[in-house]
């Protein structure tokens, strides 16, 4: 019962909270997108604050994150990781799911954030498409970040990665740091919310340029290692 209370308080203060924000999204839109960086971050910020005050949950960071440009490929378990990672990376280029970007405002100001759209039933044009929107983030001097499963998984599940984690890979030529996380756990898609600590798991960099399968193998080992 206790949990159930915790989750009721935080969507109803969180979901409160996130709508002045979004509605000043397009005065801090005329600013440039690196102020909507840090204005998003702002909004990031409020969710860690109300995810550590009101349900209970914080982070635990295993392993360093490095220092330069990067594509990194993390587990996907809960919205939680989607937030908490921008602020622990420094704000990666995100790739997203089109159908998040039908979200009124919200869709508009991933946008401006410099989000990258997938489209899950990927076809040539669009995995196209991804390969050019993410070769821009790099040479506006960003990392990456690719849930390369597609989707938020339950824990335990350990999928293959999908197609658009090879394009990326290959068109942006940049080492991969995999990331594991257990953040299901606590966070299920349905149901109670429950206190305790969700760690990220920063795996050593796999070099730019090996074989497809070589890549994918050794991302999917380091992703689901928390699995283990």
């Known amino acids: 019962m206790t949990d159930w209370l915790r989750t009721i308080a935080f969507r109803a203060f969180f979901y409160t ?21 840090r ?19 914080e982070s635990r960071v295993e392993g ?11 587990k996907h378990q809960a919205m939680y990781e989607t937030v908490e990672l921008q602020l622990i990376l420094g704000g990666p280029a995100m ?3 089109r159908e998040l970007m039908r979200i009124p405002i919200w869709g508009w100001a991933t946008r ?9 039933d990927a076809s040539s044009k669009a995995l196209r498409q991804l390969m050019r929107d993410g070769a821009a983030a790099k040479a506006s001097g960003r990392s990456v ?17 999908r197609s658009g984690f090879a ?22 898609k349905k149901g109670a919310k429950h206190p305790g600590v969700v760690t990220f798991r920063i795996g050593a960099p796999i070099p730019a340029g090996l074989p497809r399968r070589e890549a994918e193998q050794q991302v999917w080992e380091a992703i689901n290692a928390l699995e283990r």
């Not at 909270?17 to 440039?32: C, D, K, M, Y």
């Not at 204005?39 to 209970?56: K, S, T």
Request: proline letters at 11%; a positive charge; zero cysteines.
């Open 17 to 37: 909270a996130s709508v002045p924000i979004l509605l000043l999204v397009p005065f801090v839109a005329l600013a440039g997108q690196p102020v909507m960086i």
């Open 167 to 188: 394009g990326l890979y290959k068109a942006l030529d940049l080492p991969v740091v995999p990331i594991a996380t257990d953040s299901g756990r606590l966070l299920p």
């Open 39 to 57: 204005y998003a971050h702002l909004w990031a910020r409020v969710h860690r604050w109300a995810m550590r005050a009101i349900l209970g949950i």
């Open 95 to 97: 790739v997203l799911k």
């Open 145 to 161: 970040i690719v849930y390369p499963e597609g989707t938020r998984v339950v824990p335990g599940a350990q999928p293959p990665l």
């Open 64 to 74: 360093t994150v490095p220092q330069g440009q990067f594509l990194y490929a993390a």
């Open 112 to 120: 401006l954030y410099g989000s990258i759209v997938v489209d899950r």
